[in-house]
């Protein structure tokens, strides 16, 4: 048996190949759009794809699968739950897909539904004959140290406490009454909002998720059903379509925009009917001059997750960049969420045009010692800390009210447009995007520069010379 593990670390997402030695046939599991890395490597190693398995219609990211299809005439494999508005394979609980003949590499499906109601998972066995599965590919049935949440899918009419009933017979009976010894590779690790409290190992097996799972100890279905829908953080706005699309058939990505670098009158043309601009500069270049309306989101960590939080994916955008040879990157990572519909790139070189004609604008940013000053004065700022409700709990700037960076777009009308507002998080990342959305909005905003970091420096050495 060959099975690899394609990690995107951006995402947190995994593919999954699984092949046959002697029959060369393989199947992916769970794949991206941007397919031409699985193609190579499936060429690489002599190996013909023959299907692409889906374990459930993913919210997070768009698939692969038509891509793969069309590239090589693979089969789409779905549980048969599913209902997909494209050529496809249902999956019945128990059958199996022989990739090596009567005794070769063989994948059993077991419906595990809960995530959402068409949720597979699959068991891979190196033998078909082998009375025990070498691991499952569980999809977002069951993470490392977690399992998948239940609210994904309610936009669609599904019932969360209906399919937290079910995730309880799929993780308390189906796969915790898998062997021990049985591996475990899921779908996404830590930082997925697909679960809340996801290791950073990205492998496992059933009987060390049966000791330190939380999900997975015994208990009443009355219990597990509250532990499962409470505590949830709320997702990013673009898992909805995103959950849509890969229902539906449609067209297949390519990286065709990176090539298109326009120039200031066709950069002029898209603004005037209305597009969108997302920076994906650093944050220190952005602040010093962008485009006015400008969505600025630098090209590191968790950069499509984020542009997905505040676009709206059916509107055409442009890109700036400044940085050369990151293009096809932009449109690859932006692809994977659904982000289509780019009109082009703007580079250095009309940037500087723009620069020496005027049209850039800073935003506008703060030192901890002038916030500090701002907080104590008679007209005080609103401010506003970008982190993590558990971030925020462990201390923040004095008066900070907590809307954490994913919810700040659904959050909007909680902030005042008659007082300045100044933005924090950490160490600054996300708080620079906060601030870049609110001012295209229209909001008086600075961001605090260092973030909270820079404002515990500056609490510490303010007491240590009181």
């Not at 997402?13 to 029959?23: F, K, M, N, P, R």
């Not at 090209?299 to 096809?328: N, Q």
């Not at 800073?362 to 005080?380: E, F, N, Q, Y």
């Not at 777009?409 to 600054?428: F, K, M, N, W, Y």
Request: hydrophobic share 45%; aromatic share 6%; proline share 6%.
């Amino acid at each position: 048996m060959i099975l690899t593990q394609n990690y995107t670390g951006c995402l947190s997402q995994a593919t999954y190949l699984v092949a046959d030695e002697e029959s060369r046939q393989a199947v992916l599991v769970d794949p991206l759009r941007d397919v031409d890395q699985y193609l190579a490597d499936a060429a690489s190693q002599g190996l013909t794809i023959v299907g692409v398995v889906l374990t459930h219609f993913h919210a997070d990211f768009v698939a692969g699968h038509l891509e793969l299809a069309a590239a090589t005439g693979a089969w789409i494999g779905l549980g048969d739950r599913a209902r997909p508005e494209f050529a496809a394979r249902l999956l019945s609980d128990g059958e199996r897909i022989l990739l090596g003949g009567d005794d070769g590499v063989a994948l059993e499906i077991m419906t595990t539904p809960g995530h959402t109601p068409e949720s597979i998972s699959v068991l891979v066995y190196e033998r078909a004959s082998d009375a025990a599965p070498a691991g499952v590919l569980t999809g977002d049935a069951l993470f490392v140290g977690d399992i998948g949440r239940v609210d994904l899918q309610a936009s669609f009419g599904a019932d969360p406490l209906e399919l937290a009933v079910e995730q309880h017979d799929t993780i308390q009976r189906k796969l915790m009454g898998l062997p021990d010894a049985v591996r475990v590779w899921p779908a996404h690790g830590a930082g997925s909002a697909c679960g809340r409290n996801i290791s950073t190992e990205r492998s496992s097996t059933i009987g060390a998720e049966r000791a330190s799972n939380p999900a997975c100890l015994p208990m009443p279905v009355e219990e597990f059903v509250d532990y499962l829908t409470n505590g949830q953080a709320v997702p990013p706005v673009y898992f909805e379509a995103d959950a849509g699309l890969n229902r539906r058939s449609h067209a297949l990505f390519t990286t065709d925009a990176a090539r298109r670098h326009l120039t200031v009158e066709e950069l002029g043309a898209h603004l005037a009917t209305g597009g969108a601009v997302l920076d994906g500069r650093r944050q220190d270049e952005f602040a010093l001059g962008h485009l006015p309306g400008s969505l600025g989101v630098p090209l590191v960590g968790r950069f499509a997750e984020t542009v997905g939080m505040f676009h709206e994916l059916d509107r055409p955008l442009v890109i700036v960049f400044s940085e050369p040879g990151v293009e096809v990157e932009l449109v690859s990572r932006l692809g994977r969420i659904g982000v289509d519909r780019v009109a082009g790139l703007v580079d250095g070189v009309v940037l500087g045009e723009l620069s020496a004609a005027g049209r850039l604008v800073p935003t506008p940013r703060v030192t901890a010692p002038r916030l500090d000053a701002m907080l104590g004065s008679g007209h005080p700022p609103f401010v506003v800390d970008v982190r993590s409700a558990t971030e925020h709990d462990g201390g923040a700037v004095p008066t900070a009210v907590n809307i954490p960076l994913p919810q700040l777009a659904r959050r909007v009308e909680e902030l005042p447009r008659d007082r300045p507002i100044v933005v924090h998080c950490q160490s600054g990342w996300r708080s620079s995007v906060a601030a870049s959305w609110l001012q295209a909005n229209g909001f008086d905003v600075a961001d605090l520069e260092g973030g909270f970091e820079a404002w515990q420096r500056f609490a510490h050495g303010a007491l240590a010379t009181a």
